[in-house]
């Protein structure tokens, strides 16, 4: 009887991550000019392997055995041909196509169409991007290959082998996540530098400040932060960037809101709104005048923050102490001190946890959106300490001025709004 498969959910995160590992190394290999297999054959690679993987949870293992003995064969093939043929271009990566595609053809059969569609469109991208991923791979020096190893490893390695379960005084100190936020820091600093280093400078700052807030505002200004200390840094940009990612921390919020309590957006989100456009306004602001000071931090070396990480971790770490014991002591009676608290260093606890109860009917609407909107002004304030302790001076005034804008600005929706 045939084993039943993974959700499709599953699947797709599977052959993702075979994609980015295949990526990774091929990666390594490209850039010590590996001629028989680079980036894209290691990619495709990868790929054929999670397909004869899911081929062999219906058929069994013979499939995986064959097709191990297949690629073997491929690669002494293409060895032999490749030392006959001198021709500087001369690769696996027509064959590596290939051999994927046949195996996306065979899924098809077996009802998995949409994995198919997605795989075929992923070899398509990879086979017209050849110029785009090969000028990418030779702009990245060994200094930048370093430091994406010293992120796979606190990402990759590090990270999995730790407890993710609450310990410690109340519970709070989850080593998972307090690593988490080690890797985010290493990784978005990383990802800040490099779209500077392959976009346009404005371009660049744009994107890094709206990924870093999606993923943690309060990790992009401690990273960056300690990155504007570092010579030849661009203080402008870095704060544009550190302001972009904090004001995209409300459009989160709004996000969140809209689903936890979707019945009540007409009351709590116009405030939430009206906070983003203005924290947006801020960050416009500032982009703008970075783009005028022609200075962009594109040529620095490659940001090495893993002591500075790991000390920021300690720091949120002791944060989460702090609010716990302040809930413990306080309890339900202060709401708006439990949400300044809790707000200090994570936004979405506190925007889930009220829109909830909002839903629940358990706490009035125009008390939840005041305590959200509480949450993202301790925050800035935390962020704000965060600056003055980390970073350098050209860093420091302007994004100060645009922290504190916004924290007058929160404060008079707050007080003023009926």
């Not at 064969?73 to 032999?80: A, N, Q, T």
């Not at 809790?342 to 008390?367: H, K, N, P, Y």
């Not at 800035?380 to 924290?407: D, H, N, Q």
Request: with cysteine.
């Amino acid at each position: 009887m045939p084993t039943p498969l993974p959700e499709t959910a599953e699947l797709l995160q599977s052959f993702g991550t075979a994609l980015g590992l295949g990526l990774l190394v091929g990666l390594q290999r490209e850039w010590v000019q590996n001629r028989v297999a680079g980036i894209r054959t290691f990619a495709l690679l990868s790929l054929l392997g999670a397909l004869c993987g899911l081929l062999g949870i219906l058929y069994g293992g013979w499939v995986i055995a064959a097709a191990l003995i297949t690629c073997v064969s491929v690669v002494i093939i293409g060895h032999l041909a490749e030392m006959q043929n001198k021709e500087p271009d001369s690769g696996l990566t027509t064959e590596m196509a290939m051999l994927v595609m046949f195996t996306t053809g065979m899924i098809t059969m077996h009802g998995l169409r949409l994995v198919s569609v997605i795989i075929a469109g992923t070899v398509m991208v990879l086979l017209q991007s050849k110029k785009p991923l090969h000028d990418m791979v030779r702009r990245i020096g060994e200094d930048d290959l370093r430091e994406i190893a010293r992120l796979v490893l606190a990402g990759l390695v590090i990270l999995p082998a730790l407890p993710n379960r609450e310990m410690g005084y109340l519970g709070v100190l989850n080593p998972f996540a307090i690593w988490l936020m080690v890797v985010l820091i290493v990784g978005i600093s990383l990802t800040a530098y490099l779209a500077g280093k392959f976009i346009s400078g404005s371009k660049g700052a744009a994107l890094a400040g709206i990924f870093g807030g999606l993923i943690s505002s309060t990790a992009t200004t401690a990273s960056l932060a300690r990155r504007s200390r570092v010579v030849g840094a661009c203080g402008i940009t870095l704060a544009a960037i550190t302001l972009i990612a904090s004001a995209i921390v409300f459009l989160r919020v709004i996000v969140e809101v809209a689903i936890a309590a979707p019945a009540h957006i007409q009351t709590m989100l116009p405030p939430l709104i009206a906070m983003m456009f203005w924290f947006g306004l801020i960050a416009a602001i500032t982009h703008r005048l970075s783009e005028r000071s022609n200075k962009h931090t594109a040529d620095e070396s490659p940001p090495s923050e893993l002591k500075s990480a790991v000390v920021f971790g300690l720091l949120y770490a002791v944060v989460l102490l702090i609010v716990a014991a302040a809930r413990h002591h306080f309890g339900d009676s202060g709401l708006y001190i439990a949400a300044a608290i809790s707000g200090l260093t994570d936004m979405d606890a506190i925007t889930l946890s009220t829109s909830r109860l909002v839903s629940m009917a358990s706490l009035e609407t125009s008390t939840a959106w005041r305590m959200i909107l509480l949450g993202g002004l301790a925050n800035i304030v935390f962020k704000s300490i965060l600056v003055m302790t980390l970073g350098a001076r050209a860093f420091i005034k302007p994004v100060l001025l645009g922290l504190t804008s916004a924290l007058l600005g929160g404060a008079a929706i707050l007080a003023l709004w009926p």
